[in-house]
Antibody
Framework: QVHLVESGGGVVQPGTSLKISCAAS????????MHWVRQAPGKGLEWVAL????????YYADSVKGRFTISGDHSKSTLYLQMNSLRVEDTAVYHC????????????????WGPGTTVTVSS | QSLLTQPPSASGTPGQRVTISCSGS????????VNWYQQFPGMAPKLLIY???RRPSGVPDRFSGSKSGSSASLAISGLQSEDEADYYC????????????FGGGTKLTVL
């Protein structure tokens, strides 16, 4: 059974950095891509970033490009999101999500979701 | 403003059939598959439909997906009170460097 648990969220000031993590279990972490998706309070879902199953391809939403970095440690089955130059509008629940497609394609989309970790950017 | 347009709300009575639309373009729905997600308040989203019309194991066959051209639809038949939730469509967009996009979401109310 796929299990994803995010951690590392908190309250930070604008302009600072934060790194959140996602511990994965129940599947071959190295065989599937992984996403970060966020949801601001009272708002809809916003896709943030994707890393391919082998870590060779990364994709970012325009809203975070150049500020956020997605990475994975296959030895620890853990996904990360390094967030720099944080803005008030980055305040959201951040979900780690297992991809459907694995090595076949990056285009199948999000499958299993973690419960999320809350990031609040406020002065 | 999302590239995928969903009605903000939909409603139906128990037993009815309800359809939620997701309108896109040739660069997204027109050339890629669509997934649908169900989200209850305070909970993580759950995959409901993938690859346009496939149901993951455990999803009731009351839920079905379809696609025609640059639009997709989620249909819920035999509506039940526990179907009251937010529903989102998502797909890959070929015109974006950050390719995944969600619709704005539809809040389904069971009257």
């Amino acid at each position: 059974q796929v299990h994803l648990v995010e951690s590392g969220g908190g309250v930070v000031q604008p302009g600072t950095s934060l790194k959140i993590s996602c511990a994965a279990s129940g599947f071959n972490f190295g065989g599937f891509g992984m996403h970060w998706v966020r949801q601001a309070p009272g708002k809809g879902l916003e896709w943030v970033a994707l890393i391919s199953y082998d870590g060779t391809r990364t994709y970012y939403a325009d809203s975070v490009k150049g500020r956020f970095t997605i990475s994975g440690d296959h030895s620890k089955s853990t996904l990360y999101l390094q967030m720099n130059s944080l803005r008030v509008e980055d305040t959201a629940v951040y979900h780690c999500v297992k991809d459907l497609g694995g090595a076949l394609t990056d285009r199948y989309g999000m499958e299993v979701w973690g419960p999320g970790t809350t990031v609040t950017v406020s002065s | 403003q999302s590239l995928l347009t969903q009605p903000p709300s939909a409603s139906g009575t128990p037993g009815q059939r309800v359809t939620i639309s997701c309108s896109g373009s040739s660069s997204n729905i027109g050339s890629n598959t669509v997934n649908w997600y169900q989200q209850f308040p305070g909970m993580a989203p759950k995959l409901l439909i993938y690859l346009d019309d496939r149901r993951p194991s455990g999803v009731p066959d009351r839920f079905s997906g379809s696609k025609s051209g640059s639009s997709a639809s989620l249909a819920i038949s035999g509506l039940q009170s526990e179907d009251e939730a937010d529903y989102y469509c998502a797909t890959w967009d070929d015109s974006l460097s950050g390719p995944w996009v969600f619709g704005g979401g539809t809040k389904l109310t069971v009257l």
